[in-house]
Each structure stands twice: as structure tokens, then as C-alpha cells.
């Protein structure tokens, strides 16, 4: 059986105040969660304070980004070895935020899922689709193409000890969820295409749904066979909405 895994993903958002009470609130319900394995991704100039405060909790904690080089003159850079330092688990990579506005390409992505891999870092892979491609019936073409890029230059077994993140680009931080069917027509499409080349492989990736989650829709989207988690924006920066869909998850 595959576990459940809720990940916060805050983006560029908190400050040293906000995120000690959100963290000392998460804490205080994790009684609750009996399920799903919690983890949070942090800017990076709060690794520490989140190391620091998470470290006993049972909550794992990661970055949103990081540098495909390993060391050197990359002003403005992280390195996989840096997120090792403040001991992240998880990366997240390539999500639609950095492929959008910050123009990372299939092939960088891959790169980078490299990187992480060669650190020991977890990477969660983000695919997903824009609106303009759901409509013209691309889904499966570019998700299947971004999934590819990173098999290609990794090796599908390199899927076993990382996170796939599905998130359609019309559901994230629009309050627009993809419906469970929706979500899971995917999912069990990025499945078979891993399973066609390793089936252990495909039956043992963790593969999350982004894009609007919330406490409400947690619960059917969390049934769904081939859903096995949530990748939670917006909904991450209130502990009650994120204890909310961690609890959320089916016995
Ligand atoms: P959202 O973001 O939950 O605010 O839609 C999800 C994400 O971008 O990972």
C-alpha cells in the first residue's frame, strides 16, 4: 500500500513570526493525522527556523527549488547539498510557477531531478497542463512529454525513490479543483505509462494531486485510487485548513 503524503508548498510567502505560529499550530494537531505523512517546502531563508522547530515533530520539511550545479559561481543559487545541510527531505521540482514564469524547460527539470536524486534528496516532480492544452485534448500529450524528460535522462527506476506531483495549471490558486474523476484519469494514465516500462516502479511512485486542494475536497480526491496525496498551496498557510486535509485522508 502506498502512503498518503500531504505537502505544504508556501511559496514565496511567511516570515519569521508567521511560520513559528503556523508550525507551533500544525504541531499541536498532528495527534490527529493519523494517515498521511505531513511535510512542509519552505523558502530557503527559512530552512533553518523550520529544521530547528520540526526537527522531533515527525514532520518532514523541503525546498521549492534548487540549482541543477553542484557548487560554484551561481550568484543567487542553492545547491542540493545546501537543502542537505538544513536536512531537507523533499525538493519540489519543476513546478508550473518555475516553468512559467522563470522559463525551466523539460530538459533543465530533468537536470535538476538529477541533482536532487545524487544528494539523497526526495524530489516532487511536478507535471500539469495549462487550460488552453486541456481544452484542445493535449493532457496526456504534455504530461506524458514532461514525464518522459525526466525518464529519459534518469531512468524509470529513478521514480522509485521520488514524488510525482500532478497539477493541472488551471486548478492552482484559482479555487478551480480538477473533479476526483478528472484528477484520476490522469494519475492512472501517468501510472500506466511508468508501469509500461516497470511495473514495481509505477505501483510503488506516490503520486499527489495539486491545484485548489482544500478541506472540503480533500476527501474525495484523497479516495481516488491512484491519488496518493496532496501537493496544498494556498490552503498550507492556515494550520486548520492544513490539519484539515491531512485528516482527510482515508483510513
Ligand atoms: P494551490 O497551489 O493549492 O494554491 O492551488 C498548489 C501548488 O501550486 O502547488
Given at each position: 500500500m502506498r502512503r498518503i503524503l500531504i505537502a505544504g508548498n508556501w511559496k514565496m510567502n511567511g516570515s519569521i513570526k508567521s511560520i513559528q505560529y503556523l508550525l507551533i499550530d500544525i504541531m499541536s494537531g498532528m495527534?490527529?493525522?493519523?494517515?498521511a505523512d505531513v511535510a512542509v517546502c519552505a523558502p530557503f531563508v527559512y530552512l533553518n527556523l523550520v529544521a530547528n522547530m520540526l526537527q522531533d515533530s515527525g514532520i518532514a520539511w523541503g525546498a521549492q527549488n534548487l540549482s541543477e550545479q553542484s557548487a560554484g559561481a551561481f550568484t543567487g543559487e542553492v545547491s542540493a547539498d545546501m537543502l542537505k545541510d538544513f536536512s531537507c527531505k523533499y525538493v519540489i521540482i519543476g513546478h508550473s510557477e518555475r516553468r512559467s514564469l522563470y522559463g525551466e524547460t523539460d530538459a533543465l527539470v530533468a537536470e535538476k531531478f538529477a541533482t536532487a536524486r545524487a544528494a539523497g534528496l526526495t524530489p516532487i516532480l511536478c507535471i500539469g497542463e495549462l487550460l488552453a492544452e486541456r481544452e484542445a485534448g493535449e493532457t496526456e500529450a504534455v504530461v506524458g512529454r514532461q514525464l518522459d524528460a525526466v525518464t529519459q535522462r534518469n531512468g524509470v527506476a529513478a521514480l522509485a525513490d521520488a514524488v510525482i506531483a500532478y497539477e493541472p495549471v488551471w486548478a492552482i490558486g484559482t479555487g478551480k479543483t480538477a473533479s476526483p474523476a478528472q484528477a484520476q484519469e490522469v494519475h492512472a494514465f501517468i501510472r500506466q505509462r511508468i508501469a509500461a516500462q516497470d511495473a514495481g516502479v509505477a505501483g510503488k511512485v506516490q503520486i499527489l494531486y495539486g491545484g485548489s486542494m482544500k478541506p472540503d475536497n480533500a476527501k474525495e480526491l484523497l479516495a481516488m485510487?491512484?491519488?496518493?496525496g496532496g501537493l496544498i498551496?494556498?490552503?498550507?498557510?492556515?494550520a486548520v485548513d492544513f490539519l484539515g486535509i491531512c485528516t482527510a485522508a482515508p483510513a
Open positions: 495527534d490527529a493525522v493519523k494517515q485510487p491512484d491519488v496518493d498551496g494556498g490552503a498550507s498557510l492556515k
